[in-house]
């Protein structure tokens, strides 16, 4: 069936550091979204991105969508301990498959 | 604006006992949502329900049932607790379920369940 790969699992960082995580899809999707998870706290929605090779910022952080729709990446420039949560892509499947399918999330720490 | 209340926040049951975990939103969403979220395992989608009035299973419903009561709440129930139920449940709501308008979903702050 369909899935979302996230790398890496976890990452430790030094703050003011930059930070990537990866997701990766099986198949092609329609859109994928992002979330932050602070510890103890639920999912809080970031983004969606929805075209071919889109690229959308939100201060420090930047999300790619890759050209052939599987695969997005969020960047974070110059992490501060603010940063430190859980970050989760969930992607929507295309054609009939519209199911939303989540990665299991990378933790990010940041070290003061 | 309250977004995605859940109630109760916290909930320790014994093996066998049931209860409902509220929901409600008051955002006029159309779509509404059960997940579980487990150590390492992410967020696994129990039920959900696409418009007021219908109601469908998730990747993992058993052991759970589900009443959309109106457009604005959804509730969970667990009729015969087990352990591997002790987990952290979150209700959300989004605009739709399908498609380009459906937007992100809103999360209510979750339900620390155990079940001893």
């Known amino acids: 069936g369909q899935q979302v790969m996230q790398i890496p699992q976890y990452q430790h960082v030094q703050e003011g550091e930059d930070f990537t995580t990866y997701c990766n899809s099986s198949t092609t999707l329609s859109n994928i979204q992002w979330y932050k998870q602070r510890p103890g706290g639920h999912p809080v929605f970031l983004i969606q991105l929805v075209k071919s090779g889109e690229v959308k910022k939100q201060k420090r952080l930047t999300f790619q969508f890759g050209e052939a729709k599987k695969n997005s990446s969020l960047h974070i420039t110059a992490t501060q301990t603010t940063d430190v949560g859980t970050y989760f892509c969930?992607?929507?499947?295309?054609?009939?498959?519209?199911?939303?399918?989540w990665g299991l999330g990378t933790s990010l720490a940041v070290n003061p | 604006n309250a977004g995605v209340t859940q109630t109760p926040k916290f909930q320790v049951l014994k093996t066998g006992q049931s209860m409902t975990l509220q929901c409600a939103q008051d955002m006029n969403h159309n779509s509404m949502y059960w997940y579980r979220q487990d150590p390492g395992m992410g967020l696994r989608l129990i039920y959900y329900s696409a418009s007021e009035g219908t109601t469908d299973k998730g990747e993992v419903p058993n052991g759970y049932n589900v009443s959309r009561l109106n457009k604005r709440e959804f509730s969970l129930r667990l009729e015969s607790a087990a352990p591997s139920q002790t987990s952290v449940y979150f209700c959300a709501s989004s605009e739709s379920r399908q498609g380009f308008r459906a937007g992100g979903y809103t999360f209510g702050s979750g339900t620390r369940l155990t079940v001893v």
């Open positions: 969930a992607g929507r499947g295309a054609g009939n498959n519209r199911k939303l399918i």
